[in-house]
Structure formats: C-alpha cells, structure tokens
RNA sequence: GGGCGAUUGGCUCAGUUGGUUAGAGCGUCACAUUCACAUUGUGAAGAUCAGAGGUUCGAAUCCUCUAUCGCCCACCA
C-alpha cells in the first residue's frame, strides 16, 4: 500500500491556480520559432476589452486550447497568439456612460482628455477578461500578448490606410451611410442589424399645384418628408402618365416638388408613386443622382429636426413623426393608415434605429480585394469546418458593397490624414455651413468637405507644411477608423506588420482560425481580404466555425436578456476542467449549444471518475512501479482482459486523432468518456482488482493511465496535471509530454468479440440477479453450458473475475447440460448460462422474463426469415451481406429454441 | 424575396460512405453503501427516427414535396 492518500473527491480549487502557474513559471506557452519542426499558429479572436468572458467566449477558447495543446504535445511548436479589441464604440460607449454618472459628456472634457479617460478605464478593466481566459486554462502565449491600439498595431493600420490610399482603394465620398443617432457616427452595413418590425405605411396625400387635386405616396418614415424634393414614378405607369408636367407642393412645408419617372419605382407597391428623399434614403439618393436633385438634410446627427424641418426643428425624429402625422391629419392629407411589416436597421453596439444619412465619410473600395478573396476559397485555399459556411461566405463577398471606414467617435485608430486648410479654401471646399452643426457636430468638424485630392494629406506622421503650398495650417481628419480595420489585419499585425521578422516567416500563414459565425463577415472575410492584399497570401488554412451558446429555451445568451451563465461562477462551482469538458462534449460540428446549469455535472462526474480510479490505483502502487516504470506496456503474460483493454486504448487513439483532425470534439470527447468510464473504469479495473498487487498489473495500470492522461490532457488540463503528478511519470509536465501513437497492429476486433463473451456472462447473472430479486448479499453458482473447448477454457481463465464482479461463489463449466431444474436461465451470445435458484425461484417472474426475452428473439427471427425468403435480397445485396444475415439467423434461432426450451421446462 | 440549419425515447443530443437489434447523457423505476468512486454501482422500462411520396433487395441516412421551429442575407418606399 502506497502512503499517498488522495480524497476520495476530486477538489478542483486546490489544483487548478497551483498548475496554471507552474506551466508559466516553466515558461511552456511560449512559442518560440525551430526550423526543425513544425509550425501550429492560431491567433485568438481578440475579445473586447469591455467584454467578461460569457459561455460563447468558453467554448471558443476551450476549442482553441483544445487544438493548441494537442498539437503542443504531437510536436509542433503550437503558437497561440493571445490580444484584446480596443472596440472603438462599444468601449467608448462604456466610457461616455460613466462621464454621465458624473454629469459630463465627452465633448466638454474634450478630446484628449477623453481619450486620457479611456485609457485609464482600458488599464483597469481592460485585462479583466484575459485573466478569465487564464481560469479556463488558456494555454496562449502570453509574453506575446497584444492589443489593437498598441503602437505596433497603430503602425499597422496606418501603413495598411496608406497603401490602400495611394493604389486608390480608399477614396472619402458622399454616401448614404448608417447612421447611429445616438452614438452619433456611421456603421458599415455590417454593423447596422436588420429587425423585422410591425409598423404602420401611410398614405399621405401630397397636392397637384394649382388644380385641386391630389397624388398620394406610401411611406413609413413620414418625417422625411420634409427633406422630399421629388415625387418619382414608373416611366411604364399609364395611370400617371399625365403628372409628367406638373408640379407638386409638399404638404407642410409647401415646397415645391418635380414629378420625375424612375424604373426603380414598383407600381404595384403603395400607390406607384415615390416620395423622394435623396438625403434620407440610399434608393431615393441614387434616383436623385440620376435626376441630378439636390438633397437637403432634415436632421441633426444626433437625431432631431434641424432648420430646414421649419416648425419642427428641434424635435426628435419620431417626434416629429407624430407631429407631422397630427398635422396632416388635421388637415385632411392624411389618407390612411395601413399595418406594414418590414425590416429596419439597429445600431449592434446600442440598438438604436439606424437614420439613413446622406453624409461624406470615407470607403475602402473593395471588389477588387473581395474578388481575390473569393478566389482563395474556391480554390480551396482556405476550407471551412463545416463546410455549409463557405456559401454563405461567399455570397456575401460576391455582393459584396464598398466599406464605410470612418467613425466620428474619438477612440480609435485616428485617420492618417491631414487638411490643409489654405488649399481647401482655395478650392472652395471649405464651407461649413455653422448654423447646420450643433455643439457636437463643430467640435467635431466632421463636415469639413475634402472631396478634392489637393489639400489631403496622407501620411502617418503630421506633416510639417503642405507639400502643395506650403501652407502650415494643417489640421489631421477627426474620424477614427472603423474597430474591424484594425481586427482585419489581427493575423500579420500581431508580427510587427510591416517589420516582419523571423517569425512571421515561420508561424505564417496560421493554420486554425475558430471562430462564431456572427462575424463571418465583419472579420473572417476580411482577413482573408487584407491578408492577400498585404502579405499575398491567405491568413489561415482552415476555418472553425462553431456554434452560438444558448440557454436551454434556445434563446441567444445576453446579459440583456438576464439568461446568462456565468463561466466564472461554473469555474467555481465545478471546476475548469468540467466547464470545458462539458461544453465540448455537448457540442456537435457547427451546432448550436444549449446550455443549463445541470450539464456541467457531466464534466465535473467524468472528472471525479477519473480521480477515484487513479486514486484506487495510486493506493495499491508498488515503490517499484515508481522507480522502474519506463512507459510500456507488459505484454508477457497478458490475459485476454490485457490485450482487450490495449486493443481499445488504441482504437481510441486512432479516432480521437481523425476526430480531432476533423475539429469534430464531442467526438474525440466522447470517446474518451466512453474509453476512461465504460471500458477502464467498468471492466478493466475490476477485472485486474484480484490480481492488483501483482506488480505487471500495475505496470499495466499505470501504462494505461498515463496515456489516458495525456489523451485527456487537452480537454481537461488540470486534473490531468495533477494526477499525472502522482502516477510514475517521465518529464516535467503533462502538458508537454508526447501524444500517444496509436499502434495499429495491436487492434484486433476479434478481441472485442471474445472478451464480449466474458462480458455476455456477467450482464446475463447480473440480469438474472436483478430480476429474479437475488440479494446482493447472496451468492449465485453460474452454470456455464458451452460445446466450444477453446470458449470454455477463456471462460475458466477468467472464472476469478467472474466470480467476483458478478458476486457467485462459482462458475461452473460444461459441454453439455440438461437444463437443471429451479434455475433461472439465459442466453450469453451462444451459450447458455443457468443460475440454480433452490427453491428462491419464483416462477412467475422467471416465465415472464423468459417470455419477454422470447418475444423480442421471434420477432428478430421472423424480420430475418421473410429477409432471407426474399429472392432480390438474396440475388441482389453483396455476398457478404447475404452470409452475415445467415449466420446471424441460425444464431438465432437456436437461441430461440434453448430459450423455448427453458421455458417449457419450467411447467 | 433568397439562403442555411434543425425535427430521433419524458428532456438534451450522437449517428462517418444506405445493411435489417437506432446509441449516449440526464430524468424515471427497482435494487445495492465491508468494495477507488452515491459526483457511485447493477439491472430495467422507454423511439414505428416530423409527415407524405420516391430511388433501392434494403432508408434515420439519398431524392422530391409539405409542416413546424430557429438563424443569416436583402436598397419591400
């Protein structure tokens, strides 16, 4: 007996801290670049630096650590790049939002002091979420660890801008944008959220000028109205064909409007007549252009009216909306109201309503890189697991649409661009219109028109005078770029892009990126993007989309929804390891997750079965199995049980490497859980528990733990550490000890069928045991009837075991047996076992078992009987097929007669 | 409007290239605590694989249609 006594419970607190930091004391997660080996590279998916980790980030990481470490110990130098998001509005929302607690707004701290502000909030809380990933068990490089507003990073998008800039892919223009009225900046189309909404479309009746008459136009947004400077309608529409040379007088504001004729315009929607907003409405922009109509803005950015609303400038815009309603209602205009169902963009960062607003901000051109990227996926340059997710990639990137980059908040990679303002003048550019802007929009001087190229400057650093004329009066663009230009570039910019060294050379292009398939488009495709662009090739190999994690009513976890589960609070109470086992286990390729506080168990179980078996072997380990252990496996002498057990280690091997291989985890985590309980834990253990304290045995066992601590390892590894700790072990660590090979040669399924045998018997006495209501407290004698020597004698070879797992006193053996009379009997694949029952046996119970046992044995023979009558069966189906069904039918049916026969001798 | 996913015992899900006995886990029921583990063990009950049609000797699996749920995309005034 070994004097380590573990506790009979597997106490996770006490582990996990104590390993986490003896594997970054030895320094085990740094990557560093060796020609000699292989390469293995994710980069994380930065996480916000406003986020706390929630189950979506648990399972994603879990993935990639899962990935990281089995590739650690097959013998790739595995790099995880680990980094945080500055997440321009999301973090500067957070930040404006306390400034409100203390009754101040970011424009009267000013810029650089709000800046200051973020930063300090950046310091605080901004690692909060990195030290979650370490409770889980990261194994990231953290001596690498980044963050996208670093120097390096900012050096990165400045580059990544100005070349873009100067092939041309960049231009500042006058679109349509979303516009966030309360973040007060625009949204690439990405981040503005489409939501259905039940909303109302009314007709409003618009006067024919000097006739009396009236046109009626549909709209669900009636406080555009006041920026209509057209009504359009279908060149083909005969019923309106004589509006083509009258004027129009918008209600309200009475100006006056032109009639003009536009394909766009669907006669059968509304009334086949178009309000047209060019300032409002990206449709009616692009008609105006094509009519060459001048837009007029009606509102402020931050949402209310401005002057051009007349009398209602100043109101919020669904204000107004009520307003103009009431008003045209009072006089009569409005025709009615109709209940419409239809889709309206949300802010993703506060779910404002999105304001389509005519505004100048500045693209990427971006076919031509989409083009590219498009490209490297058919080609197959890039896979995604699983794969249903390539179309969707790619039919967003063939309809793909020029990219909104400027953001008018101030947290964020600040646009490397400078105006001078004496050539901007000089052309005339420079006309802000002041009494437009409110407070916000002039500190932020965002309309600073620029669309002529003299007088842009582009350059990383300001410049010392106009390259031009001189002038020094330049002033650097206000905009930040969009958060995701800086994400886009994440996989080279976190090797010092465009410095790129040695191990940009050897870790690039990354191999893995896994990922949640909500930004697909927001960031996967555009690394894809900017890394062809770039660098001229692809960022990664393969993509790993999983699913999203919802509570178990389906629901999208959301701390807004209250239905959140706390992986830090499942670390506490269950342990790292269950977290991550747990999660994996239940979660199929790509499939969505449903989670619940219960599912945890599963891990925390598996992982307590796992500490008790060990424990149970570490209790009964020889001092010489400490010394002398040298990672074999004793093969002299092996029983049956042996080489079963060998035979399924590797068996497992084999499959949890395809199965990791093919990023299918519950796989691989399922084969383990089945492998370590069902077949170590259930038969092996307790076959070799009459022989434990021979000391091949517990060669034996510790072979066996080993590997299935290193096969653990990457799904729960602590408790895998900790025990590996305790058992014979060579190296310093789990985590960086080989992965086992499976051996090919030592599967045999033959062994599989045998060692069934030894089973078959046991669950039959222990069947009969159940049934027939025998104590536990009493033994049984088992009666074994088999004509096949060589069976017999594997049975005699594990007669002990027998014995002992299924509590008999003696299992005897014969060739042949008249059935013995006050005996329970069964059939074990093709022998016959009977359990004499002296005078315990209850008849009735006995023939119902039988009888059932009958019922289910006719049917399966009558299934094969018509199957084998069947002559396109049997001319048809391979051979093989065809013999199978045979053997299995005489099988059968002598199983039916012996039990027929037991039956009937029970009378 | 277009696309995708799901539908399998009470619940949650597996199910590789079609092969005739559809698997787990949880839950349920019965029994068990001298046994490494009650976070346990043993046994049992429980599913005509959403529906219809088709291909095939043979379909949970392949095809078509339908239904329900969910997701994504879309410039439906």
């Not at 965002?446 to 300001?462: A, F, P």
Request: net charge positive; with cysteine; charged share 30%.
């Amino acid at each position: 007996m070994n004097d380590s006594q573990l506790d009979s419970v597997y106490k996770h607190k006490e582990v996990e801290d104590k390993w986490y930091n003896f594997w970054i004391d030895k320094n085990y997660f740094h990557a560093k670049a060796d020609l000699n080996k292989k390469p293995f590279t994710i980069v994380i998916p930065p996480p916000n630096i406003t986020g706390i980790l929630h189950m979506g980030h648990a399972l994603n990481n879990t993935i990639q650590d899962i990935l990281i470490r089995y590739k650690r110990m097959s013998g790739y130098i595995a790099l995880w790049m680990p980094g945080t998001d500055h997440a321009g509005i999301a973090t500067q929302n957070v930040v404006e939002k306390k400034l409100k607690e203390e009754g101040l707004t970011r424009f009267q701290l000013g810029r650089e002091k709000f800046l200051e502000r973020v930063w300090e909030w950046k310091d605080k809380y901004g690692s909060t979420i990195i030290s979650q990933l370490k409770r889980l068990g990261a194994s990231c490089d953290w001596q690498r660890l980044h963050f996208t507003m670093d120097e390096v990073h900012s050096n990165a998008v400045s580059e990544a801008f100005i070349r873009l800039y100067k092939k041309g892919l960049i231009y500042k223009g006058d679109y349509i944008i979303n516009w966030c009225p309360r973040c007060e900046t625009a949204l690439s189309d990405e981040e503005s959220q489409h939501k259905d909404l039940k909303g109302l479309l009314y007709y409003i009746k618009y006067p024919i000028k000097d006739s009396g008459e009236f046109i009626t136009v549909a709209t669900t947004r009636p406080e555009t109205m006041l920026g209509d400077v057209a009504v359009s309608i279908n060149p083909n529409d005969e019923r309106y064909k004589n509006l083509a040379d009258k004027t129009i007088i918008l209600p309200i504001l009475k100006r006056e409007l032109k009639v003009i004729f536009d394909d766009f315009v669907d006669p059968k929607f509304g009334t086949g007549i178009v309000k047209v907003t060019p300032a409002h409405d990206l449709n009616d922009f692009e008609m105006g252009n094509r009519h060459n109509l001048k837009p007029i803005l009606v509102m402020h950015p931050d949402g209310t009216m401005n002057h051009y609303a007349g009398k209602f400038e100043g109101l919020d815009r669904f204000k107004c909306r009520e307003e103009i309603l009431k008003d045209l209602e009072n006089t009569g205009l409005l025709e009615k109201t109709v209940e419409h169902n239809y889709s309206v963009g949300h802010c993703y960062r506060c779910n404002t309503v999105i304001e389509p607003r005519l505004s100048k901000q500045w693209f990427v051109r971006i076919k031509p890189l989409a083009k590219k990227a498009a490209e490297a996926v058919r080609k197959g340059k890039i896979k995604f697991y699983p794969k249903r997710w390539t179309n969707v990639y790619l039919n967003w990137i063939d309809n793909i649409r020029d990219w909104c980059i400027s953001r008018q908040i101030w947290w964020g990679h600040r646009l490397p661009v400078y105006y001078c303002r004496e050539c901007l003048k000089r052309a005339g550019e420079l006309t802000v219109d002041s009494s437009q802007l409110t407070e916000k929009t002039k500190s932020m001087n965002y309309e600073l028109s620029t669309m002529n190229e003299k007088g842009i400057i582009v350059s990383k650093t300001k410049p010392e005078k106009c390259p031009d004329c001189g002038s020094t009066d330049l002033v650097q663009d206000d905009d930040v770029l969009d958060t995701w230009f800086s994400s886009w570039l994440w996989p080279f910019s976190t090797f010092d892009w465009p410095n790129l060294e040695r191990d940009f050379t050897f870790f690039y292009p990354t191999t893995a990126l896994v990922t949640a398939q909500e930004i697909i488009f927001f960031w996967v495709a555009r690394m894809v993007m900017a890394s062809l662009e770039f660098i001229g090739e692809v960022p990664f190999k393969d993509v790993y989309i999983h699913g999203t994690v919802r509570d178990s009513t389906g629901a999208k976890m959301s701390k807004s929804l209250g239905n959140i589960i706390d992986p830090m609070e499942v670390i506490d109470e269950f342990g790292a390891d269950a977290l991550r086992f747990s999660i994996i286990s239940i979660t199929a390729q790509g499939q969505d997750v449903f989670l619940s506080r219960e599912k945890f168990g599963v891990g925390r179980n598996f992982a307590n079965k796992l500490w008790n078996a060990s424990r149970f072997i570490l209790m009964n380990l020889d001092r010489e199995v400490y010394v002398c252990y040298n990672g074999k496996f004793p093969l002299e002498n092996s029983s049956l049980a042996d080489r079963w057990i060998l035979s399924n280690l590797n068996c497992a091997i084999r499959d949890i490497d395809n199965s990791l291989k093919a990023y299918n985890f519950n796989n691989a985590a399922n084969i383990l859980y089945e492998f370590i309980w069902h077949k170590f834990c259930d038969w092996y253990i307790e076959f070799v528990k009459p022989n434990i304290t021979d000391i091949k045995v517990q060669f034996r066992l510790v072979y066996l733990i080993d590997n299935m601590l290193r096969l653990l390892h990457p799904f729960m590894p602590f408790i895998t550490e900790e025990l590996w700790q305790k058992f014979p072990h060579k190296g310093d660590s789990v985590m960086i000890a080989s992965w086992p090979k499976a051996d090919k040669s030592l599967i045999d399924k033959a062994l599989d069928e045998k060692f069934g045998i030894i089973m078959n018997i046991v669950s039959a006495a222990r069947n009969i045991r159940s049934e027939m209501d025998i104590a536990p407290s009493k033994n049984i004698n088992i009666l074994c009837v088999c004509p096949r020597e060589e069976k017999r004698k594997l049975i005699e070879e594990f007669s002990a075991q027998i014995k002992f797992v299924a509590g008999a006193d003696e299992v005897k053996l014969f060739k042949r047996l008249k059935k013995p009379k006050k005996s329970s009997y069964a059939c074990a694949g093709d022998l016959q076992i009977y359990v004499p029952l002296e005078g315990l046996i209850d008849f009735a119970q006995e023939e119902k078992r039988l009888k059932g046992q009958c019922e289910k044995l006719s049917k399966e023979k009558d299934n094969l009987s018509r199957l084998l009558k069947n002559k396109e069966f049997l001319s048809k189906a391979p051979k093989e097929v065809v013999a199978l069904q045979k053997v299995k039918s005489k099988e059968i049916a002598e199983k039916l007669a012996k039990l027929e026969d037991a039956l009937n001798s029970l009378k």
